[in-house]
């Protein structure tokens, strides 16, 4: 007797804790018609907190539709601050437990608004430097396309680029590498992977996602030049120098492509395994590149020191083959040292050019040290070592 008392007690406690869940779901509901969105937030807090609620879809479906609302008007934002992804629990536990389909529809649109909202919060994050939560925006949004039997390539993209600024290379490939396979209209997709798999001395892989994209789109510069540049990270000159030229033909005024074109030359010059001829072949060809940099752009520091080292190395190469001579070789001896002196002086407008723009680079004003103490140029000479104390 006791015990179905007893029983009869919690079916009587069952039912009126039911009741009252669904009052406090009906007055969220009205609050939340009315767009109070603070009472409808209390009531229906308060109703997913009966047990009742785990089995019910409707008060999880007005719950999404809540916070929902509470994230896109902004000045109910301090009411919930993380009520986009609160939204987005509640309509996926609705979906779950809606046996019949009933909020199927609606839920399927309003995720779609949800994950347009959670890619602009992963935007926001990820302007704001901070990647670990613009990636997880952003793959909330992609998960919630796949949902939807979609793609978000954006979102995707946007993953990428918060692995790779986090520098997690294996999550970054495999992100770009998707993108790839999806054929996301983006020149850039191949060239962040490229540039990936180079810094993993994937060579190989890398080379062939540049070929990939080349073939995508043809002629652009932002691959022709990565293409470049991992070629002459790898030793592989000539073929930097045909990729580049391709580049100059496409944007002849770029001035990146023509100080590349004289760093390629500027290496090849130094490569013993090539005759004296093909060497100094490729000396006037950096000179010609950097000048034509120099042209476009006369402050670029780096071409002004370049150009500036190129003659002094090649100066005190020679003064440095003069004095091995043997003393019976005075002849010999002049000429070549007239030769060397002659390169410091091609040498030091570009580099004193240089020490203006940049007043306190080491490399420079030692280069510019050594030139003036060769030429005698004492003056200048003092002031330098007062710049290097």
């Not at 934002?77 to 992804?85: F, S, V």
């Amino acid at each position: 007797m006791k015990k179905t008392v007893f029983m009869l007690a919690l079916v009587f406690l069952a039912g009126t804790t039911f009741a009252q869940m669904k009052k406090d779901r009906t007055s969220a509901y009205n609050y939340w018609q009315k767009g109070e969105l603070a009472k409808a937030k209390d009531f229906i807090d308060k109703a997913v907190a009966y047990p009742e609620s785990a089995t019910d879809a409707k008060v999880w479906f007005y719950k999404g539709g809540i916070y929902l609302d509470i994230h896109l008007k902004k000045e109910f934002k301090i009411l919930a601050p993380d009520a986009l992804n609160i939204s987005y629990d509640a309509y996926a536990k609705s979906r779950d437990l809606d046996s019949k389909d009933e909020y199927k529809g609606e839920i399927m649109l309003r995720m779609i608004t949800i994950g347009g909202e959670l890619f602009n919060e992963g935007i926001n994050f990820f302007k704001s430097n901070d990647y670990d939560k613009a990636t997880r925006y952003f793959d909330r949004a992609i998960q919630i396309s796949k949902e939807n039997k979609s793609i978000d390539t954006l979102a995707i993209y946007g993953s990428a680029l918060c692995y790779d600024k986090k520098g997690d290379k294996d999550k970054a490939i495999a992100t770009y590498s998707e993108l790839v396979d999806l054929q996301m209209k983006e020149p850039s997709i191949y060239t962040s992977l490229a540039m990936l798999y180079k810094d993993k001395g994937e060579i190989d892989k890398a080379t062939k996602t540049l070929e990939q994209g080349l073939t995508q789109y043809p002629g652009n510069n932002d691959l022709i030049i990565t293409q470049a540049n991992i070629y002459i990270s790898t030793n592989q000159h000539d073929k930097a120098l045909k990729s580049l030229f391709a580049a100059r033909d496409k944007e002849p005024k770029n001035i990146s492509i023509h100080y590349a074109i004289g760093v390629t030359y500027d290496l090849l010059k130094n490569d013993s395994t090539s005759s004296q001829a093909v060497r100094d072949n490729y000396f006037n060809e950096a000179v010609k590149a950097y000048q034509e940099t120099i042209k476009l752009d006369s402050n670029y520091f780096d071409a002004l020191f370049n150009l500036g080292a190129v003659y002094f190395n090649r100066g005190g190469d020679v003064i440095n083959i003069a004095n091995k001579l043997p003393l019976s070789e005075t002849k010999k001896y002049e000429t070549m040292m007239a030769e060397g002196n002659d390169f410091l002086k091609k040498a030091l407008p570009y580099l004193e050019a240089a020490s203006r723009i940049q007043p306190t680079d080491k490399p420079t004003l030692v280069s510019l040290k050594e030139i003036y103490a060769r030429l005698s140029m004492m003056d200048k000479l003092k002031a330098i070592n007062e710049k290097l104390q």
